[in-house]
């Protein structure tokens, strides 16, 4: 049935007396009309990252909002575990990509809509792809791709004399599930808390200390972890690294594991306990992903038709006891170093030039940074040199001595700038050296 | 090593399948919901997208009841309806859909009125495990929730109204043994330690123990020592913050210290100091507890008595002789060395088996005595029980008729926040109104878009008589009453989609006897994003 003719007139009607009638609770830009259902189906461009748990839910959500244009990125394939909730995929779609599945189901089903499939990753795009588009929305299980996006969209953020050009604003509305938990957050770049300034709301990852898994396990993780990173690699029983979805890697680590484990008396190793520990299995149902992915689109819905204010900014869901929800305004960090304009300088504070460039790296790896494999060049008059890069071999050979020198004998001084590249950015991030002991000789 | 399993499990397909949920609801969880039927009334987006997620996770089967046809306006917004099937029956194009998502799961529809099922087959809804009800009429609602409310079929009836939505649940009685808190209160009975656990506590000599040794007892052992430090000083356990600090301290001061005099940073000290608040008061009966051991369900067993309630008679009986709950049998990490912790935990869980035994013989005994089969409740069953014992929870609530019908017996409590003029209960007032006006009008309140202005006026005058039956003196404000006549009766996909997800689980709750269901009605606002809980 095509939206023509007569049947127009009943065609999202639901959603014309939201965005063609006046109410007191509306924004104050917004002017009911026929033109907003147009913008959302015609103008709009929606980019969804994700086509997993939230993903599926998010392209069915917008398409039946009235968005039309969508493009979905997502870099794996369906795997068995999916179809408990990833709803847009069949048994017979098992190994195939997800992002090319889920636009194409959502193509036949839904009239008008065109979602364009990218069955890549995310840093696979640069700033021309992602300037199109005019809300990105994210249902993503990795930190790290969460905060590679938030920089990227930070990156297209225009200022005209230190003033942000409000039209170069690509809101991000990020979406998050574990077991019946969630949280939805609305960011509007530039303007509103960013990924990077809230990143301590993320639960930090569960690691055992290696000792306690070499000589002191007490919990079945504990082994499990021991012949994860231990036994694996001494032993190599299959000649290459774990793959947490080969059931031969899982048995000889369950086994391992067993035998590990009753050799201390410990109890409780079983097959799913060792499933979970290798694959860092989150737990998942399709009723949080509903919930959680809706209210990513109500809020998406908001910002294309202004029909009324949106979350600001954070919401918190949990259905264990209840249904509980908590939102509250999240604060935007004036030095945050992806999101303080780019305009004002940004630093990176040390004690002194007696500094290893290693507790460099460390630093850069904690604190209000988080950086996962920072690489680091100083910029010198006559020309830039290369401290350390780590995840290019070649490089990190010939550099790996510069991390036992101290920041002295690197000829680094008191306002050298270093440009850190990470994989939690798409862009360098330029920093400048700042000596806290500045009584220091430099 | 363990001969029960098999060397290398194979997993079925199903396990793989179903893997990401049976690892929050286990395996038992997933039996309990393949053995579910569901009824949902009435083919709205917030009924289909409520199965959506009750089908997906593996519920055994459904039935969809609706005597509608599908029109155009339902299919730009529900996911499973299509363009092809305008006029044919919602539930039978509905059904078709839904079913394509799993095909683990049996359904079926029934293409007539609810009224007329009713009439027909008053025990139609006997065989459900729970009947959903969306976008109701008034007195629909009626006569479904004294229906079910006899039947004693759980109900939840639900509806998606513009930027708002609410649920309400209908249940009698509701038993939970696996509430699954997010933090679990693990008894570690240091004050009153059994005989084996006081031995061993009693065997570690701190004082003369060097460096490497001292720094890996067990918390338990260094909170249990100071603890008797403290009560040898004042004669009592620590009762109140003072006391406690100066617990933390004595316990502090026990560090060992360098030649400078400055203490090791033992993680395990820092343990037991943490622990101070949490580990001595987790031996008391909670008041949640306390309250069901003394519900007229447990006092006064039946022939009829459900498991639950012999059970928590068993246990009244435990905690009466040994003045504490059964143990847990559980033990979190700590920083000690494998031996200390192997042990530690075995003492725990030998304790946990015998506590657990003594409750099952009681139960067997309480079984004669009450004529009932004395395999109606296994030792696993007990077991679980007993280690789960500081969490069970009860959920009775209202019959929803009996609100509707007379002079609501929760007035003053509806009265009451609606004088808050931050509380959501306007909108459930307001949600009130308009199954009101539709009773009357036979459309909703803003539905044409010339009706927009005397519908306000109209649903108005619903309201104030609503509130008058309440007894609020109340007005709702018309600006309120003004949005919902522009909503006009419509059903926005995302705020139906999250109600749904909200709903579903929920049901799953029910289902399952895992985690616990709200009390009795939520409200969603998808303007402020959020939820909120009033027990009616």
């Not at chain 1, 015609?42 to 398409?63: H, Q």
């Not at chain 1, 809020?299 to 009324?308: G, N």
């Not at chain 2, 369900?297 to 009986?317: E, Q």
């Amino acid at each position: 049935m095509n939206a023509d003719g007569n049947n127009k007139t009943r065609q999202f009607i639901y959603l014309r007396k939201i965005l063609e009638r006046a109410g007191p609770f509306c924004h104050p830009d917004f002017e009911p009309s026929p033109e907003i259902l147009n913008f959302i189906s015609n103008d709009c461009k929606i980019l969804v990252i994700g086509a997993g748990g939230l993903g599926c839910e998010l392209l069915k959500n917008l398409g039946l909002m009235g968005v039309k244009n969508m493009h979905v990125i997502d870099m794996d394939t369906i795997d068995l575990s999916n179809l408990n909730r990833q709803f847009l995929f069949r048994l017979n779609d098992i190994g195939k990509s997800k992002a090319e599945v889920a636009a194409k189901f959502i193509n036949e089903k839904i009239p008008g809509c065109k979602v364009e499939a990218h069955f890549n990753k995310i840093q696979d795009f640069d700033e021309d792809f992602y300037r199109q588009f005019t809300i990105v929305i994210c249902g993503l299980d990795s930190i790290v791709a969460r905060r590679w996006i938030n920089a990227m969209l930070v990156s297209l953020l225009i200022y005209d004399d230190e003033k942000l050009n409000q039209a170069s604003v690509i809101p991000l509305v990020d979406g998050g599930t574990e077991g019946f938990k969630g949280n939805v957050r609305v960011i509007l770049p530039g303007l509103t808390a960013c990924i990077e300034c809230t990143l301590d709301l993320f639960p930090p990852q569960v690691t055992y200390p290696l000792c306690t898994i070499a000589s002191t396990p007490r919990l079945p993780e504990h082994c499990i972890e021991f012949v994860k990173i231990v036994q694996w690699s001494k032993e190599n029983p299959f000649d290459t690294i774990i793959d947490g979805d080969d059931p031969n890697h899982i048995n000889w680590i369950f086994e391992k594991a067993q035998e590990r484990a009753s050799l201390f008396g410990i109890s409780g190793v079983s097959y799913r306990l060792v499933q979970g520990v290798i694959k860092n299995i989150i737990p998942a149902v399709a009723s949080t992903n509903a919930v959680i992915a809706a209210a990513c689109v109500t809020e998406a819905f908001k910002l294309a038709s202004s029909c009324c204010a949106t979350l600001n900014n954070y919401m918190m869901f949990n259905d264990v006891d209840g249904v509980y929800t908590y939102t509250y305004e999240a604060e935007k960090k004036d030095d945050c170093i992806v999101c303080s304009p780019a305009f004002r300088p940004k630093y990176v504070d040390v004690p002194h030039d007696g500094m290893k460039l290693s507790e460099i790296i460390e630093y850069l790896s904690e604190n209000q940074y988080q950086m996962k494999n920072p690489g680091i060049v100083a910029v010198f008059p006559e020309k830039n040199r290369t401290l350390y890069i780590s995840n290019v071999p070649s490089i990190e050979k010939t550099t790996k001595d510069n991390l036992k020198k101290t920041l002295k004998e690197l000829n680094l001084i008191n306002g050298t700038k270093l440009i850190i590249t990470d994989s939690t950015r798409p862009l360098p991030l330029e920093i400048i050296l700042r000596f806290s002991e500045i009584n220091n000789e430099t | 090593m363990d001969s029960n399993s098999p060397k290398s499990p194979e997993q079925s397909e199903k396990i793989k399948k179903y893997d990401r949920q049976l690892r929050l609801w286990g395996d038992h969880g997933q039996v309990a919901l393949e053995n579910a039927h569901i009824c949902l009334i009435n083919v709205t987006v917030l009924g289909t997208e409520i199965l959506k997620s009750l089908v997906l996770p593996g519920i055994g089967s459904f039935t969809i009841v609706d005597s509608g046809k599908v029109r155009e306006e339902d299919v730009s917004a529900n996911f499973f309806l299509d363009g092809e099937s305008i006029g044919k029956s919602k539930a039978e194009v509905a059904t078709f859909f839904l079913l394509e998502l799993n095909p683990d799961v049996h359904g079926d529809y029934i293409d007539e009125s609810l009224q007329r099922i009713i009439e027909n087959n008053p025990s139609f809804f006997n065989s459900f495990s729970v009947v959903v009800g969306t976008a109701l009429t008034e007195s629909e609602i009626i006569l479904l929730s004294s229906i079910l409310w006899d039947l004693k079929v759980p109900l939840v009836i639900c509806r998606s109204y513009g930027f708002t939505g609410m649920a309400r649940l209908q249940i009698k009685e509701h038993t939970v043994i696996e509430s699954h808190p997010d933090n679990h209160n693990i008894s570690f009975r240091l004050i009153n330690p059994f005989p084996s656990l006081k031995s061993y506590l009693e065997s570690f000599n701190l004082d003369s123990m060097e460096l490497k040794d001292h720094a890996h007892v067990p918390f338990v052992v260094i909170l249990y020592k100071y603890l008797q430090d403290f009560i040898k000083l004042h004669g009592t356990i620590p009762k109140t913050y003072k006391d406690k600090e100066i617990l933390r301290d004595l316990i502090r001061k026990g560090m060992k210290v360098d030649e400078n005099g400055l203490p090791y940073l033992e993680q395990n000290f820092e343990e037991a100091i943490k622990a101070v608040n949490y580990a001595l008061s987790s031996d008391s009966i909670p008041s949640e507890i306390s309250k069901l051991l003394n519900d007229d369900n447990c006092v006064n067993l039946t022939t009829k008595s459900k498991p639950f309630w012999v059970m928590s008679n068993a246990l009244k009986y435990f905690v009466e002789k040994e003045g504490c709950l059964p143990l847990r049998g559980t033990l979190p990490d700590m920083t000690t060395e494998t031996k200390h912790y192997v042990n530690l935990q075995q003492i725990y869980r030998v304790q946990a088996s015998k506590d657990a035994e003594d409750v099952y013989r009681t139960v067997q005994q309480l079984l004669r005595q009450l004529n009932q089969h004395t395999d109606s409740i296994s030792e696993q069953d007990v077991k679980l029980f007993c280690k789960y014992s500081s969490d069970l929870r009860i959920i009775r609530s209202s019959c929803i008729s009996q609100e509707y019908i007379d002079k609501p017996y929760n007035s003053s409590y509806i009265a009451s926040q609606l004088d808050d003029p931050d509380s959501m209960m306007e909108l459930y007032i307001i949600l009130r109104g308009i199954e009101r006006f539709y009773s009357e009008y036979k459309e909703y309140p803003g539905e044409l878009d010339d009706h927009v202005e005397p519908d306000i006026v109209k649903l108005k005058a619903c309201l104030c008589k609503l509130l008058t039956e309440i007894g609020s003196s109340t007005l709702i404000k018309d600006d309120l009453i003004h949005e919902f006549c522009r909503y006009g009766g419509s059903e926005l996909h995302s705020v139906s989609s999250f109600l749904g997800g909200c709903i579903a689980q929920e049901v799953i709750k029910l289902i399952t006897h895992q985690y616990i269901p709200f009390n009795n009605t939520i409200i969603y606002n998808a303007v402020t994003s959020s939820v909120v809980t009033f027990c009616l």
